[in-house]
């Protein structure tokens, strides 16, 4: 009764997550927890109720069918867009008001559906530029080439090279990151991320355009980031056989709204997920 | 000469860039030397570095920031006329011309730069069109507020008055006279002074390019939604191009301001902007040896061809069409890849 009249008055209370967290992140306080977040464009409701808790190093997945407004999720947790209501807590701090530099600086990074990277710059650099907040030399340093400069810049060079072997692509670190093929630029955009020293990595729709044995590679080297960074990430997929492959929970959006939450099975399984996906089984229809 | 190869093709173009400048140097020293530039060239030779250094520094906008900016004469005049008074009110006090022409340069780049954070603040708010509409505002603002000023010295110090012509000094001498401009201002300007100015902004914009803040810089050019999303400050690296910008052409505008007895406000007007944006286009966005050798080359042209100076903007005007129009051209453009391949990765498609 006292949580009900405090929620009358206007105050936030915490819900109690839905969401499953691994056993091992259990005991650690989470890396992201949503509550109540929306946003309305105009008078659309874009995205509406969206709870959510996401444990250190798990690897969650979002899915749901085109338009039910996945990006649109990674767009307000990364503040592209401000939520019309509900809060995000980063690592147990509120996300309210900052900017999308801001909430990278506090361990958010992410790639883009339509790949952006630097396209006139080279592969090196777009990695470097991953390291900005990390590389702690001024302009005048930089201009005046003290020891300073020279000192961090070969640490950033090496530090580049070192990420961009995740992917075995430290021999391309000289090409013009525009030029690269499209599976080594969705690459790139991930080892940017990572250079940006993330403790969440939001992975927008990673094996699009990805031929099943880039798609296995791919899923070999999520679960091999995860491993070696000791972080959570959290992807956008359309792909199935990935989501269900490697994700520990799973989240499925329709218009949205959360309609299921749980492990791969539970979703699989789910009548309300196969509704949203196939249409309403008609009374002995065939598949 | 292995070591020549495994540099990297920016170290590269940097060199030859410092090369192409102090080469050029050294030939018309040795010109000079032996008497065989006439007069109107040598004239030339200080505009010739000034223009150098306005490209240069809008090319840190245009082509590395990647801001369209109608303005740049503008900071060039701010740095002009605080130049000449700089100079001129420390006449008597520092007796070595050099001595007086590097800190009149000093303070036309500080009063530049801070002209560059009072527009760039607002103005870098807006993107495209806006601001270049803005700074092109900005650029006609201050020629009509420095029509407005008079300044003088005398031996109380310096007076300024705004709108009133009358300086109540006694024997002083006037600097600032409204729309003449600057007046009885001593040339100390030399060919050598441009040639290190020129050489200072090289090596400010080749390390401010190839440095982690060039970097932003250049991110923030590419792919801004991407440049904030791995915790880019935006403003403040589209702010840090512009004001070293400004800076620079300050700097250049008091150079310019000290070469001649007498400068007025009308000649930094956006003819002089358009004609550096020119340099700028004409030498290629983000090439600065380009952009060099452009200023040169079409600060030098009117004056080879006197009789034809009427025609100059019509010409101007329709080498920038050909040009764009080159530019745009599918074929031309991999015709030209396929010549100089600049990169590994433009190599492999073309």
Known sequence: ?287 | MSKLKNMKQTTKTSIFTYALVIAAYLVIQALLGRGMLSRSTQGQLVPICCYIVMALSLNLVVGVSGELSLGHAGFMSVGAFSGAVAAVSLEGMVGSPALRLAIAMVAGAALAAVAGVIVGVPALRLQGDYLAIVTLAFGQIIVNILQCVYAGVDGGGLHFNFLDPELHMTNGTPIISGPKGTVSVTKISSFTAGFVLVLISLFVILNLVNSRSGRAIMAVRDNRIAAESVGINVTKYRLMAFVTAAALAGAAGALYGLNYSSVAPVKFDYNQSILVLVFVVLGGLGNMWGSIIAAAFLTILPEAMRGFEDYRMLVYAIVLILVMLATNNDNLKALLGRLIPRRKGAADNG
């Open chain 1, 1 to 287: 009764m006292a949580e009900k009249k405090q929620f009358e008055k206007g105050k936030m209370v915490p819900v109690p997550s839905v969401s499953i967290i691994p056993e091992r992140d259990l005991d650690k306080t989470p890396i992201l927890e949503c509550s109540h977040l929306g946003i309305d464009f105009g008078g659309l409701t874009a995205v509406n109720e969206f709870n959510i808790t996401v444990g250190r190093t798990e690897i969650a997945g979002l899915i749901g069918p085109n338009g039910a407004g996945k990006t649109t999720v990674f767009n307000l947790l990364t503040k592209v867009y401000q939520p019309t209501r509900g809060t995000i807590l980063l690592d147990g701090l509120d996300t309210h008001g900052k900017t999308p530099a801001q909430i990278n600086r506090m361990g958010i990074a992410r790639t883009f559906q339509n790949i952006r990277l630097f396209n006139n710059l080279s592969v090196e650099d777009n990695v470097k530029i991953g390291l900005h907040n990390q590389e702690k030399y001024s302009m005048f340093s930089g201009i005046l080439r003290l020891p300073k400069y020279w000192r961090q810049e070969k640490a950033a060079h090496e530090r580049a090279l070192e990420l961009l072997s995740i992917f075995n692509m430290e021999d391309l670190a000289d090409h013009q990151a525009g030029s690269l093929p499209y599976g080594a630029q969705r690459r790139l955009e991930i080892v940017r991320a990572l250079a940006t020293n993330p403790s969440l990595l939001l992975l927008d729709e990673p094996a699009a355009g990805m031929n099943p044995s880039e798609t296995a590679e791919l899923m070999e080297n999520i679960v091999k980031i995860r491993d070696t960074f000791q972080i959570a990430i959290m992807l956008i997929e359309h792909d199935m056989s990935l989501v269900m492959g490697i994700c520990e929970g799973i989240c499925v959006l329709n218009f949205g709204q959360i309609i299921a939450k749980g492990t791969a099975e539970e979703i699989q399984s789910n009548p309300t997920v196969i509704e949203a996906y196939l249409g309403k089984q008609q009374e002995g229809g065939t598949d």
